[in-house]
């Protein structure tokens, strides 16, 4: 992926990312004439894996994760690398199979220092067991709380289950949903979907609402009969734990047989290209997610100027929530823990570089500033909600300012 040279057209933009100046940082690391050195790091250069899903479900949104993590490893190489090397990343498709992930992962382990990152839940945890033996720090485009407290996961923000607590909480606070009232939920089977179930649960359970359950798989893309059922149990707001496809068809369905109702899907769930399909209206009226990533409208600073430019470098493309604003979240992570292991550039010394964050400001592109010295929690419990805008860049606005609500703080982790 970046292995190739930084295209004059967006080098020539004046994106200087505060990251950029604080990788210029350069400790010596490892004896760069005693070749014992970690996988991945010669004096030269750093090189990273990622393994995302280019084929699959969550093909669009990896596109734009590839295309954000060039442009912005591009930019810190430009502007001195980190610690005083270049970031290369080696990119593979897994297609969203994990036996696949599994193997391409075997190949890849010899020769990357870290993983970032690792796209989808059923992915990461087929991989669990080898990241562990490898003592790889992974940031996971992901955020299932299954992977706690497993010290190896970099996870930018809220999981999954505190993202639906939150939402569950804001529809009470905010669309009225109330006490007695039916909640629905669709999601996909596994980490992801099951993740967000055990948050929408909870919330249920603590605020007095009836959860209607409709499990689906990533294949299933007509919803027709799961939406007819939340209709007759009187649902009134409906939590999507699934992708882009699942969400066009719940909503398209709801707005036909008059099911007026809040829609709120998780982080991986949006796509911005589903406004200009039939579902726009039916979105733009009543979709909402619940995601720690910040919307391109809310981006300010380095940030800002970092989405100005892949506009720049890819007309046509959109500055997706989960896909190229969580690729600048992840950069900043990383380049902020190499940043801090310069004088330690192994494994070990990678991991406890990030342990080592304790209050990392990522310049809002992250919801709160995240704190990753305890892998039994994750790093922050705040989180954006924002609505479907067909003329936003990436497709989505902050409905106000990030949040962690009540229910969240108090939502407890190791049960």
């Not at 250069?45 to 990622?50: C, D, R, S, V």
């Not at 055990?198 to 299933?220: F, N, V």
């Not at 409906?238 to 699942?246: E, G, R, Y």
């Not at 109702?261 to 589903?274: D, E, H, Q, W, Y």
């Amino acid at each position: 992926m970046s292995r190739a040279p930084t295209t004059g057209r967006y080098v020539a933009l004046a994106l200087t990312l505060a990251v950029a100046v604080m990788s210029t940082a350069c400790g010596k690391g490892q004896d760069a004439e005693s070749g014992d050195r970690a996988p991945g790091v010669t004096k030269d250069t750093i090189t990273l894996g990622a393994l995302v899903d280019l084929t699959a479900v969550f093909a669009a949104d990896s596109k734009t994760v590839v295309q954000g993590a060039k442009l912005y490893w591009d930019t810190v190489n430009k502007n001195g690398g980190v610690c005083g090397r270049r970031i290369e990343v080696d990119v593979a498709n897994h297609g969203y199979d994990p036996q696949k992930a599994v193997s391409l992962y075997r190949d890849m382990s010899t020769k990357v220092l870290a993983m970032s990152p690792v796209l989808g839940s059923p992915i990461v945890t087929a991989l669990k067991p080898s990241f562990d033996r490898d003592k790889m720090l992974v940031s996971a485009a992901t955020w299932t709380s299954q992977v706690l407290p497993d010290p190896n996961f970099q996870i930018a923000g809220a999981t999954y289950d505190l993202e639906t607590v939150n939402a569950v909480d804001w529809l009470t606070r905010e669309k009225g949903l109330k006490r007695g009232d039916a909640l629905g939920i669709v999601y996909f089977e596994g980490d992801y979907g099951g993740n967000s179930l055990k948050g929408a649960k909870h919330a249920a359970g603590e605020l007095g609402l009836k959860l209607s359950e409709h499990r689906i798989q990533p294949t299933d893309t007509d919803l027709s009969t799961q939406v007819n059922a939340m209709k007759t149990a009187g649902v009134k707001a409906i939590v999507v734990a699934a992708a882009s496809p699942q969400v066009a068809s719940v909503t398209t369905v709801a707005s036909s047989i008059g099911l007026d109702v809040p829609v709120v899907g998780n982080t991986p769930s949006f796509s911005p290209k589903l406004l200009t399909t039939p579902a726009g209206p039916a979105l733009t009226k009543n979709f909402y997610t619940a995601s720690s990533i910040a919307p391109a409208p809310s981006a300010t600073g380095d940030e800002k100027r970092f989405v100005a430019a892949y506009r720049a470098a890819h007309t046509g493309e959109q500055p997706t929530q989960n896909g190229v604003m969580y690729a600048y979240a992840a950069g900043r992570i990383i380049n902020e823990t190499l940043s801090k292991a310069c004088d330690d550039l192994t494994r070990e010394g990678l991991q406890k570089a990030f342990r080592s964050l304790t209050d990392l400001d990522t310049g809002g592109a992250v919801a709160g500033t995240l704190d990753y010295s305890d892998p039994s929690v994750p790093p922050s419990r705040q989180v954006f909600i924002s609505r479907a805008a067909k003329d936003a860049p990436g497709g989505l606005t902050a409905v106000g300012a990030p949040f962690e609500s009540d229910l969240a703080r108090s939502y407890p982790f190791g049960k």
